[in-house]
């Protein structure tokens, strides 16, 4: 697959996450909200506000006055020691549904009915006779805020007892389109305290909270619809309203439900449904219970060991930690926590003005960013190596959730990253595992075109760098090396076939090997014939000059090699070599059924009639022009003479390989010298001088083959001249 299919799949695999998005099914929304909390519990606070406290009906209250409930003078006093102390407001975390028992005119009426008794109380005053009445002259004329609980229904409901709440004190107004209480919480019944204590206090404000899936309060309503016409604040709300001394709240609503609560010029930010995120507060256990805010025993309340001092200006609730009596929540930042603290809480949030915001935007940018990370990991992974996908996936997903936790903290706006990672991790996964399907399907084609062909240093290298290996055909600069052994005709008609293939073996296998180690490419072998190039299919700077080194060690092998075959098989053996290099077009070639890596061009033609003349003039390595040029500093070489390919019209000049650099012996080297000189001079048609050149060679090598074939060549020349048009360049075509 190429990287533009990779880039396709990266791209859907970012569309499907955003359609994903859309639906959020329910396992990914748990992650979502696990995901919430970590962040949370790394950037929460202290309060704030400094205003907020709570006192609690906690084991020592209930040992020093006795068990729940109290008598409601108690509560009474409870809620004049507070005010006597400065609170501002008292929101009572308890419902108080039932008349108070202990009143002594209740347990007259009892006892009159229980027990038939005509019994009377004397001496008690009239005020003392009715412990409710007490309660609500201490409620009555304050800021007090009893507790009501919102049956809750799923749909809007029409049909509600209204008669339940006498006393409702509404203090809602709407503004926006859409305003409809739809879009509220709904409840069809209400659990309140009772009608005196309702009418007394300053108003009643549900302790309702709603969890989320997993049993965890991460946000609460500030607003309940109690059928088609009533709106109950939630007890936080209220507090805020009668510690500010707002008149009326504003819901406002846009197109998609409510858009935010409005307490004079504060808009306190929510969801659609009139529920605001709580920016919980960090937190101590106490005695099981995790607490953030001052809590304070209503036992030292009562003995006025707690007084002003810890109680004026402060918005006050009253709850319970007492065991049995506790209304834990599971929050953010704790598994237990009193459920009067998430109000407590969110008053302070309003206060401090804190409040934790998802935006209705947010939606817009979490599909931005899902689509951002998505196509851009697909484009890192498609342009880089695995182990730079890995890294680019780590940063992705650390850069995420530093966002998310830079927004929270500074300006306490909720990105959620779940989708951006799971877009990350999805890209990643499936990018990767389709990169390395390709790169073990492409390893499998490597080394089955060419691990018999390549060396396993190159074998890894192209394994390990796919990207360098083109199949498909490029233009590129070669070297290309055939060699054939002489007279393999006569060898392979007197050999047995068995012997004929084990005489192969012995003589291909070394040969190999040397060109393998030396980085070249055997392309193919015909016969006894090899044919073998360098810097093809991986690029090689010095291939020239390595392919001359393996032709030099090729035949310095078959110097040792070739006793050993003639005693083995009644044969010596004798191998010519051809050497040219040059542009050539490497690939695939082959049919569609059958494809084979290897060169064509002028250069590979050129060096495939090289490798025939080394017959004309008994040499064992010629190379070619442009071989010669490139290699000329690392090893030394004869000027042999100047051919014309079949084909072509330009002569090029050939050079026999003697060895490396520096290696070849001074007699040798002074053959080359006086033999380049005689055959300059016969190009120059100065023929007696040339053979004189040629003579001196001869005393030095007899029987030197080069200079034999150019003196006989130089006798026909003085007899038949070459044309006019010759000036030196004229040489006999050299065929196949």
Not at 172 to 188: M, R, S
Request: proline fraction near 4%; include cysteine; aromatic fraction near 8%.
């Amino acid at each position: 697959m190429k990287v533009r299919g990779l880039i396709v799949i990266g791209v859907l695999l970012t569309l499907g996450c955003l359609g994903l998005y859309l639906f959020e099914p329910p396992f990914i929304r748990a992650i979502s909200l696990k995901t919430y909390d970590f962040l949370l519990n790394q950037v929460n606070d202290a309060p704030q506000s400094g205003r907020v406290v709570i006192v609690d009906l906690d084991e020592a209250s209930l040992d020093r006055y006795g068990q729940w409930p109290w008598s409601r003078y108690r509560v009474a006093e409870l809620t004049d020691k507070i005010f006597e102390a400065g609170a501002s407001v008292i929101g009572f975390d308890i419902i108080f549904a039932e008349k108070d028992r202990t009143s002594p005119s209740v347990l007259q009426q009892e006892l009159n009915t229980e027990f038939r008794l005509d019994v009377e109380i004397q001496g008690l005053p009239e005020a003392l006779s009715d412990f409710d009445q007490v309660f609500a002259g201490s409620l009555s004329g304050r800021n007090t805020i009893l507790g009501c609980f919102m049956e809750p229904v799923d749909e809007l409901a029409t049909n509600v007892d209204l008669s339940v709440d006498e006393h409702f004190r509404g203090y809602f107004y709407t503004k926006g389109p859409g305003c409809d209480n739809k879009y509220l919480g709904q409840a069809d019944g209400i659990a309140i305290s009772i009608p005196v204590l309702s009418e007394a206090a300053g108003n009643n404000g549900f302790i309702n909270t709603v969890p989320d899936m997993d049993n965890i309060v991460r946000s609460t309503p500030l607003v309940w619809a109690f059928g088609p016409k009533r709106v109950y604040s939630s007890l936080a709300l209220e507090a805020v309203r009668m510690d500010r001394g707002v008149t009326q709240i504003g819901i406002e609503y846009d197109a998609n439900g409510i858009a935010g609560i409005r307490l004079n010029d504060m808009v306190i930010p929510t969801d659609g449904a009139g529920r605001l995120i709580v920016n919980y507060r960090s937190s101590t256990e106490v005695e099981g219970c995790w607490r953030s805010l001052p809590w304070y025993s209503a036992e030292k309340v009562l003995s006025g060991e707690v007084g002003s001092e810890c109680l004026s200006g402060k918005i006050v609730f009253i709850g319970t930690s007492a065991i049995g009596l506790r209304d834990l929540k599971a929050t953010p930042l704790s598994a237990e926590s009193a459920g009067v603290e998430v109000h407590a809480t969110v008053v302070d949030n309003i206060l401090a003005g804190d409040m934790l915001i998802h935006p209705r935007w947010m939606i817009i940018v979490d599909m931005a960013v899902i689509l951002g990370v998505g196509v851009l990991l697909t484009l890192l992974i498609t342009a880089g190596r695995s182990w730079l996908s890995f890294l680019y996936t780590v940063m992705l997903i650390l850069l995420t959730v530093e966002v998310s936790l830079a927004l929270l903290w500074k300006w306490h706006v909720v990105f959620v990253p779940t989708w951006p990672i799971i877009s990350i991790l999805l890209v990643y996964m499936v990018l990767i595992m389709i990169r390395y399907w390709q790169e073990e399907r492409q390893k499998r084609r490597v080394r089955a075109m060419f691990g018999t062909m390549v060396s396993q240093e190159v074998l890894r290298y192209l394994e390990d760098h796919p990207e360098r290996l083109s199949l498909s055909g490029q233009k590129t600069e070669a070297t290309m090396f055939f060699s054939d052994v002489a007279d393999f005709t006569t060898i392979s008609e007197n050999l047995a076939p068995e012997k004929l293939s084990e005489f192969l073996n012995r003589y291909l296998s070394p040969m190999t090997t040397i060109i393998m180690n030396r980085k070249g490419y055997v392309d193919k072998y015909d016969g006894d014939a090899i044919m073998a190039e360098w810097g093809v299919p991986f690029p090689i700077e010095d291939h020239a000059v390595q392919a001359c080194l393996a032709a030099l060690e090729q035949q310095e092998t078959l110097d040792v090699l070739r006793p050993l075959l003639q005693r083995q098989f009644g044969y010596q053996i004798h191998v010519r070599m051809g050497i040219n290099s040059g542009r050539v077009t490497a690939g695939n070639m082959g049919s569609e059924r059958r494809q084979q890596f290897t060169v064509m061009g002028d250069a590979v033609n050129q060096a495939a009639r090289l490798e025939p003349v080394n017959k004309e003039y008994e040499t064992r390595i010629i190379i070619g022009e442009a071989t010669y040029e490139v290699t000329k500093p690392a090893v030394e070489t004869r000027l042999l003479d100047k051919i014309v390919v079949v084909g072509k019209t330009k002569p090029v000049q050939i050079y026999e390989l003697l060895g490396r650099k520096g290696t070849v012996a001074p007699m040798k080297m002074d053959v080359a010298s006086l033999y380049e000189e005689g055959l300059r001079l016969h190009w120059a048609r100065q023929w007696d001088e040339a053979k004189e050149w040629l003579e001196r060679v001869l005393k030095l090598a007899p029987g030197d083959c080069p200079s034999e074939t150019l003196k006989k060549r130089i006798a026909a020349y003085q007899q038949n001249p070459p044309p006019a048009e010759w000036a030196g360049e004229y040489v006999r075509t050299v065929k196949e």
